[in-house]
Nanobody, 116 residues
């Protein structure tokens, strides 16, 4: 059973930075994909960024050039460096892991609030 635990959220001023971490436990496949999603109040959950085990990254358009996803395989930890934050980035951020079979796991989320 895979468990994902996010940390690093908080309150930051517009233009500031935060670094989210996602610690994974359990078996993480070499063919799986990890990523970050977010859900703002009253909105659907949306993809922020993904990282494949091969190192391929993918970003939602609004975060390109501001956010960087990375991972440490030895520590089984996923990161999201967020720079130049603005109010539109306020949301609960969720860590996600999906196996090649399609089985997916979610963390409980960490709140990011950007004050203007």
């Amino acid at each position: 059973q895979v468990q994902l635990v996010e940390s690093g959220g908080g309150l930051v001023q517009s233009g500031g930075s935060l670094r989210l971490s996602c610690a994974a436990s359990g078996f993480i496949s070499n063919t799986g994909t990890m990523g970050w999603y977010r859900q703002a109040p009253g909105k659907q959950r949306e993809l922020v960024a993904t990282l494949s085990r091969g190192g391929t990254t993918n970003y939602e358009d609004s975060v390109k050039g501001r956010f960087t996803i990375s991972g440490d395989s030895a520590k089984k930890t996923l990161y999201l460096q967020m720079n130049s934050l603005n109010s539109e980035d306020t949301a609960v951020y969720y860590c996600h892991y999906r196996e090649l079979s399609g089985i997916a796991y979610w963390g409980r989320g960490t709140q990011v609030t950007v004050s203007s």
